[in-house]
């Protein structure tokens, strides 16, 4: 377990097509209203996106991105505290970029930055955190039959090289984060064997984020067919998430996450003193 308490990122889409809250938070207005509130209950992160990675996703043009992302960036960073990070969730470098500098400070990217190489580059030269996920193919088949023979392994060894690849661009280490990407490429089975096996990729030495938060392999356990109401479902991967080492947990409802990652993060530190 890390030593550190971990942190909460809360989701802000700015889409009108994500799984779960496509629509609610189109407007700038409503965005901040939305991200005041996940920090009132506890997240220390908000991670703002433009373009949906759910499954059979369409692509979103890079000027479609940034009129999305760009007014809500500048608008958050100019009414919330300092202390609380803007990641901005893309894959274009080009507005990552633009969210840098109008007041982001990580880079989300779930291509592990192959769509865009020189997003390396970019985090290198700003010395920004880069959070880079696995995931097999690409958003709009990467849910037709993802096959693997030993999934924990392979996402393992491929998010190790490209800490690696980051690490040769200039990224330093204490930058460089995680994320197996459960859902993304995985079949039901390929996520609890992630889930199962998250000691591996903290293992690894680099911070690790989980982004399970409302995902289908959560309503196919709890045979629920509504998204919104997995909160509890995902609180129980927070917890599996703590007593694995993970750093960061990217959720919707951070007020019940935050309340799962702070009680198992107080329970089991008693072990390290």
Known sequence: MSPDRPLIMGILNVT???????GEFSSPKLALQH?????????????????STRPRADSVSEQE?????????????????????????TTNVRVAKAALKAGANWINDVSA??????????????????VLMHRQGISATMQDEPQYNDVSQEVVTY????????????????????DPGIGFGKTFA??????????????????????????RFLSQICKHPSSSKLAAATCA?????????????????????????????????????
């Open 16 to 22: 009108p097509d994500s799984f779960s809250d496509g």
């Open 35 to 51: 991200a005041l509130q996940m920090i009132e209950e506890g997240a220390s992160i908000i991670d703002v996106g433009g373009e």
């Open 65 to 89: 991105q940034l009129s999305r992302v760009i007014p809500v960036i500048e608008l958050l960073r100019k009414n919330i505290p300092k202390i609380i990070l803007i990641s901005i969730d």
């Open 113 to 130: 930055a192959e769509d865009s190489p020189t997003m390396l580059a970019l985090a290198a030269e700003l010395q920004c955190s880069i």
């Open 159 to 178: 998010l190790k090289q490209r800490a690696q690849v980051a690490l040769d661009w200039g990224v330093g280490a204490s930058n460089i984060i995680l």
């Open 190 to 215: 390929h996520n609890l064997s992630l889930m199962a096996d998250l000691k591996s990729l903290v293992d690894l030495g680099y911070k690790v984020l989980l982004g399970t938060s409302r995902k």
């Open 237 to 273: 991967t927070t917890t599996i998430g703590v007593l694995a080492g993970v750093s960061i947990f990217r959720v919707h409802d951070v007020l019940e996450n935050r309340q799962a990652m702070d009680v198992t993060w107080e329970i089991a530190s008693q072990k390290m003193k």
